[in-house]
T-cell receptor, first 117, second 115 residues
Framework: EPEVTQTPSHQVTQMGQEVILRCVPI?????FYWYRQILGQKVEFLVS????????KSEIFDDQFSVERPDGSNFTLKIRSTKLEDSAMYFC???????????????FGEGSWLTVV | AQSVSQHNHHVILSEAASLELGCNYS??????LFWYVQYPGQHLQLLLK??????LVKGIKGFEAEFIKSKFSFNLRKPSVQWSDTAEYFC?????????????FGRGTSLIVHP
């Protein structure tokens, strides 16, 4: 079964450093997402991406965050200057389409665990 | 925008006990509903989903959920839990038409099953 893959699985970085988390969504999917989960808390939406642009973003997704799809397969999340509170599991997800069908099922990667020290 | 609430944050059961985890959503339009499971140290995996049709949905590993539109609920059930069901369970909703198509998650329910 096709799957969403993420790298790295775990990264430790110093506060203030830039981090890039990489994701390869399922190949025919059109909608891409980043979510994060701080330890012990709920899964929070960060941003959605469709047709090569951000379609929605949450208030968490401030100017230190950016996303891009540089080559048609990878979907990256960049955190420009990491803070301690950015420590979390970051999940990439993708789905095929919208509406009332299987295309609206969102599939998740295994997550990238980011620790900021 | 839609929202989801899961009332039970922590549930502890013995093996063979029956399970019901509550999920209520708020959204005035048509929705798609999902339950995801997250085993310790692993990623979110889809347990089951509801789009339309029979409101009683069967998923993997013996789980099922019932969509009750009048109650805006999509509770997850399993008649007899196993130790291996120990995990975090998340209910999610997305608008099927209109509104935001962004899947919104509940806070999650931590289930611990004692052998």
């Amino acid at each position: 079964e096709p799957e969403v893959t993420q790298t790295p699985s775990h990264q430790v970085t110093q506060m203030g450093q830039e981090v890039i988390l990489r994701c390869v969504p399922i190949s025919n999917h059109l909608y891409f997402y980043w979510y994060r989960q701080i330890l012990g808390q709920k899964v929070e939406f960060l941003v959605s991406f469709y047709n090569n642009e951000i379609s929605e973003k949450s208030e968490i997704f401030d100017d230190q965050f950016s996303v891009e799809r540089p080559d048609g397969s990878n979907f990256t999340l960049k955190i420009r200057s990491t803070k301690l509170e950015d420590s979390a599991m970051y999940f990439c997800a993708s789905k095929l389409g919208r509406g009332r069908s299987d295309g609206n099922t969102i599939y998740f990667g295994e997550g990238s665990w980011l620790t900021v020290v | 925008a839609q929202s989801v609430s899961q009332h039970n944050h922590h549930v502890i059961l013995s093996e063979a006990a029956s399970l019901e985890l509550g999920c209520n959503y708020s959204y005035g339009g048509t929705v798609n509903l999902f339950w995801y499971v997250q085993y310790p140290g692993q990623h979110l995996q889809l347990l089951l989903k509801y789009f339309s049709g029979d409101p009683l949905v069967k998923g993997i590993k013996g789980f099922e959920a019932e969509f009750i539109k009048s109650k805006f609920s999509f509770n997850l059930r399993k008649p007899s839990v196993q130790w291996s069901d120990t995990a975090e369970y998340f209910c999610a909703v997305t608008a099927a038409s209109g509104g935001s198509y962004i899947p919104t998650f509940g806070r999650g329910t931590s289930l611990i099953v004692h052998p």
